[in-house]
């Protein structure tokens, strides 16, 4: 299984970005797909999380409201759209499977690398 996230970039306070994870491998309906963040000198957060089986998704209070998670099945992708972004955003992102399409918080199975995203003015 391979995650690969992109769509990182500089953005100012208040704007919106899409984070995108492309899922290859494995039984993709099966897994769930997570998105997590590390600021620098912080360590990991968990932000979202959808089971790709049902669509259904959780969001972690810190971005409920302001991030959406959602997937595209036909092309195997898995979508974090953030709004309003504040300069405590900024962090490395990155996307994971948990084969077993748990949404816990733990016994994540797979990562991709990190995308940078940083909120500035």
């Known amino acids: 299984v391979q995650l690969q996230a992109s769509g990182g970039g500089l953005v100012q306070p208040g704007d919106s970005l899409r984070l995108a994870c492309a899922v290859s491998?494995?039984?993709?309906?099966?897994?769930?797909i997570g998105w997590f963040r590390q600021a620098p000198g912080k360590g990991r957060e968990g932000l979202s999380c959808?089971?790709?089986?049902?669509?259904?998704?959780s969001y972690a209070n810190s971005v409920k409201g302001r991030f959406t998670t959602s997937r595209d099945s036909a092309n195997n992708t898995v979508y974090l759209q953030m709004n309003s972004l504040k300069p405590q955003d900024t962090a490395v992102y990155s996307c994971?499977?948990?084969?077993?399409?748990?949404?816990?918080?733990?016994?994540?199975?797979?990562w991709g690398q990190g995308t940078l995203v940083t909120v500035s003015s």
């Open positions: 994971a499977a948990d084969v077993l399409g748990r949404c816990a918080a733990f016994g994540w199975d797979y």
């Open positions: 491998g494995g039984t993709l309906d099966s897994y769930a």
């Open positions: 959808i089971k790709l089986s049902d669509g259904t998704t």
